[in-house]
């Protein structure tokens, strides 16, 4: 089957593409390779060449903007996409907050281009990443047909979003999936996340800073929030349905600090107030998955911080110190 993903580079979007290939399906990646202007460009410039490497020669990666619809169009004659899984997206509520503008192009105007372009096409079926925080406050236990309230512009530009694609769904063939995952973490990912700052900070022997002592979130490995999204891909049991894709099991900001500070060996740590800007979230349910194709997340707290942990030791930019002390590596 022929399968474009948006975003194919991302920390997500790599593992789904591994996943896909390795099923035997013919994956086109379309994606920007933007720092988002707040990310360190060697950084990742690093990231995606490792992604890359990962992803292979069996897919081919369009570096290419989805607000341009004229580049869009382009791909998709070339490609014929049957699914389109759309993951390019600005990551998280910091980022769109920095440039709201830009973020709005890319999360509005680019889903807007590839909707009506998988219209032209006639694509069977449209997976749209959307986010946990399209519920605004939530405590645990939250089902998909709970009332979104979100906080902030990056939940309501997720949640405007699926109500675009749903539309599209309504008037036209277009077969829609909508995913909501929620802390995703891992391996080849950038250091300004909640864990990937937890881990370095202490690693380095630096501060860890918590805002909010009984803050949670539902973090979710990133190998199992591509096995859901690549399991409600090709079921056919999702057509036009909203599935939570999480770990659905809420752990404290506090108590993930603590497990970065033991695995570390170093760093300390210091509690702060609630970050305002953000809401209070707690584990989704993921009934719906588990029950319409499977879905079962198998990678705990513990052992995900612990692989990541164990990934960041070896990695040659994150742990340069280790190199070029040691092993007298020169990195350039």
Same mark, same amino acid.
């Given at each position: 089957?022929?399968?474009?993903?948006?975003?194919?580079?991302?920390?997500?979007?790599?593992?789904?593409? &591994?996943?896909?290939?390795?099923?035997?399906?013919?994956?086109?990646?379309?994606?920007?390779?933007?720092? =988002?202007?707040?990310?360190?460009?060697?950084?990742?410039?690093?990231?995606?060449?490792?992604?890359?490497?990962? &992803?292979?020669?069996?897919?081919?990666?369009?570096? %290419?903007?989805?607000?341009?619809?004229?580049?869009?169009?382009? *791909?998709?004659? *070339?490609e014929?996409?049957?699914?389109?899984?759309?993951?390019?997206?600005?990551?998280?509520? #910091?980022?769109?907050?920095?440039?709201?503008?830009?973020? /709005?192009?890319?999360?509005?105007?680019?889903?807007?281009?590839?909707?009506?372009?998988?219209?032209?096409?006639?694509?069977?079926?449209?997976?749209?990443? /959307?986010?946990?925080?399209?519920?605004g406050?939530?405590?645990?236990?939250?089902?998909?047909?709970?009332?979104?309230?979100?906080?902030?512009? =990056?939940?309501?530009?997720?949640?405007?979003?699926?109500?675009?694609?749903?539309?599209?769904?309504?008037?036209?063939?277009?077969?829609?999936?909508?995913?909501?995952?929620?802390?995703? =973490?891992?391996?080849?990912?950038?250091?300004?996340?909640?864990?990937?700052?937890?881990?370095?900070? !202490?690693?380095?022997?630096?501060?860890?800073?918590?805002?909010?002592? %009984?803050?949670?979130?539902?973090?979710?490995?990133?190998?199992?929030?591509?096995?859901?999204i690549?399991?409600?891909?090709?079921?056919?049991?999702?057509?036009n349905?909203?599935?939570? *894709?999480?770990?659905?099991?809420?752990?404290?900001?506090?108590?993930? !600090?603590q497990i970065?500070? /033991?695995?570390?060996?170093?760093?300390t740590?210091?509690? %702060?107030?609630?970050? %305002?800007?953000?809401?209070?979230?707690?584990?989704?349910?993921?009934?719906?998955?588990?029950?319409?194709?499977?879905?079962?997340? #198998?990678?705990?707290?513990?052992?995900?911080?612990?692989?990541?942990?164990?990934?960041?030791?070896?990695?040659?930019?994150?742990?340069?110190?280790?190199?070029?002390?040691?092993?007298? &590596?020169?990195?350039?």
């Amino acid at each position: 089957m022929n399968i474009l993903v948006t975003g194919g580079c991302g920390l997500i979007g790599h593992n789904v593409v &591994i996943r896909l290939q390795q099923l035997g399906h013919q994956v086109s990646i379309v994606d920007n390779k933007t720092n =988002y202007g707040i990310i360190p460009q060697s950084e990742i410039d690093y990231l995606i060449s490792e992604r890359e490497k990962k &992803i292979g020669n069996n897919s081919f990666v369009y570096a %290419k903007d989805i607000s341009n619809a004229d580049d869009i169009d382009k *791909i998709f004659n *070339i490609e014929e996409p049957e699914i389109v899984i759309h993951m390019a997206s600005f990551p998280r509520q #910091k980022v769109v907050n920095s440039n709201p503008a830009l973020g /709005s192009r890319t999360m509005s105007e680019g889903l807007l281009n590839l909707l009506e372009t998988c219209n032209k096409y006639e694509v069977r079926k449209f997976i749209y990443m /959307s986010s946990s925080m399209v519920y605004g406050d939530f405590t645990d236990d939250v089902k998909e047909d709970a009332i979104c309230k979100p906080q902030g512009q =990056y939940g309501i530009m997720k949640l405007a979003g699926e109500w675009l694609v749903r539309d599209y769904s309504r008037r036209t063939n277009l077969i829609h999936t909508i995913i909501r995952p929620s802390a995703v =973490y891992g391996p080849l990912d950038v250091e300004d996340r909640v864990i990937s700052k937890f881990l370095l900070t !202490a690693m380095r022997g630096g501060v860890l800073k918590v805002n909010g002592e %009984k803050e949670t979130l539902d973090f979710t490995y990133v190998d199992d929030a591509a096995d859901g999204i690549v399991a409600a891909a090709l079921s056919d049991n999702t057509e036009n349905k909203t599935y939570n *894709i999480t770990k659905s099991h809420s752990v404290t900001l506090l108590k993930a !600090a603590q497990i970065a500070l /033991s695995l570390a060996g170093g760093g300390t740590l210091v509690v %702060k107030d609630k970050d %305002k800007d953000f809401p209070s979230r707690g584990a989704l349910n993921i009934d719906a998955a588990r029950k319409d194709f499977g879905f079962s997340p #198998k990678v705990d707290v513990e052992e995900g911080f612990q692989n990541y942990y164990n990934w960041l030791i070896d990695d040659m930019y994150f742990n340069k110190d280790k190199y070029l002390n040691v092993d007298n &590596i020169i990195l350039t």
